[in-house]
């Protein structure tokens, strides 16, 4: 496989911070550990710990209508867009400036995928927004990729992390992106090799790009290691794709006859978030 080696970045954008648990998935929340740490920091916009706020201050500056720069931003990654103390207007503030910043593209992921499908009942998703819910087992999982195939546009992702058990015959019908990962922390519950090759075989039957982020505390060997010691490899490859489009336009893709990039090098750049924490 050509590496790329040019470096692509998340950016953080954080109108709405912290959140409260619904799922499996959130037992060893990142985002809550994390907003405990800013808090205790003294950092700007964690007064509130990790209880829902709105900063209305974020929505009026509107950073990325400021930056110039063709970003990939994730939306809200230290919260859930659609959580149930979120007020429609300011939801409809978020959108209004996704549109406005038609040169950059975002992403946002739910687990409130029932509210997130009566907001875009009667509202168009922009064409730079790419939505995704969480689908870390069948149970939670599947009924929030139901809701989302129900949603009219393209962009579409699931996030399978923690990925917590075989996802089987999940069926991926109008979804282009799957992005897995085991979960990290001394508390991590184990992600199987088998899980993530039946999960990778599910996206090469139904021609869905597959990305798989990182192992987390266990390795694909079952074995505790510890984060950043396990690695993203399966069975000796990475599997890590996405569709081009992701990426804003005029973000160059080092080789450009590649039809799926690598995109080990995406990450949240957490300086910038911190940044951008500040009002
Ligand atoms: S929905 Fe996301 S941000 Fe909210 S508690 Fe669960 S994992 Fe954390």
Same mark, same amino acid.
């Given at each position: 496989m050509v590496k790329v080696r040019k470096k692509l970045e998340a950016t953080s954008w954080n109108p709405f911070t912290g959140c409260t648990k619904i799922s499996?998935?959130?037992? %060893?929340?990142y985002a809550e550990g994390l907003a405990l740490k800013l808090h205790k920091w003294g950092?700007?916009? &964690?007064? %509130?710990? =990790?209880q829902f706020t709105v900063h209305r201050d974020r929505l009026e500056k509107a950073v990325p209508l400021k930056r110039k720069k063709p970003t990939l931003y994730f939306i809200n990654n230290m919260s859930?867009? =659609?959580? +149930?103390?979120?007020d429609e207007e300011s939801i409809d503030q978020i959108l209004n400036i996704v549109k406005k910043a038609h040169w950059h593209n975002f992403y946002m992921l739910t687990k409130r995928s029932e509210r997130m499908k009566g907001y875009f009942k009667n509202k168009a998703v922009p064409d730079n927004l790419w939505i995704g819910v969480t #689908? +870390? %087992?069948?149970?939670?999982?599947f009924p929030r990729l139901k809701d989302l195939q129900t949603? *009219?546009?393209?962009n579409k992702h699931i996030c399978? *992390?923690?990925?917590?058990?075989?996802?089987?015959?999940i069926d991926l019908t109008g979804i282009r992106l799957v992005v897995g990962g085991g979960e990290s922390g001394n508390k991590a519950r184990k992600a199987e090799l088998s899980w993530v090759e039946s999960l990778h075989r599910q996206c090469q039957i139904q021609n869905v790009h597959f990305y798989w982020k990182q192992w987390g505390s266990y390795g694909p060997d079952g074995v505790f290691k510890g984060?950043?010691?396990?690695? &993203?490899?399966?069975n000796g490859k990475a599997l890590q794709s996405f569709p081009k %489009?992701?990426?804003?336009?005029?973000?160059? #893709?080092?080789?450009?006859?590649?039809?799926?990039?690598? =995109?080990? +090098?995406?990450?949240?750049n957490h300086q910038k978030l911190f940044r951008s924490s500040r009002p």
């Open positions: 499996p998935a959130c037992k %060893n929340c950092t700007a916009g &964690y007064e %509130n710990k =990790f859930d867009t =659609f959580h +149930e103390d979120a #689908v +870390e %087992n069948k149970k939670d999982g949603i *009219e546009t393209v399978c *992390e923690p990925l917590l058990e075989d996802l089987e015959d984060k950043g010691k396990t690695g &993203y490899l399966v %489009n992701l990426l804003p336009k005029n973000v160059a #893709v080092q080789d450009s006859t590649r039809s799926e990039v690598p =995109f080990s +090098e995406i990450k949240v």
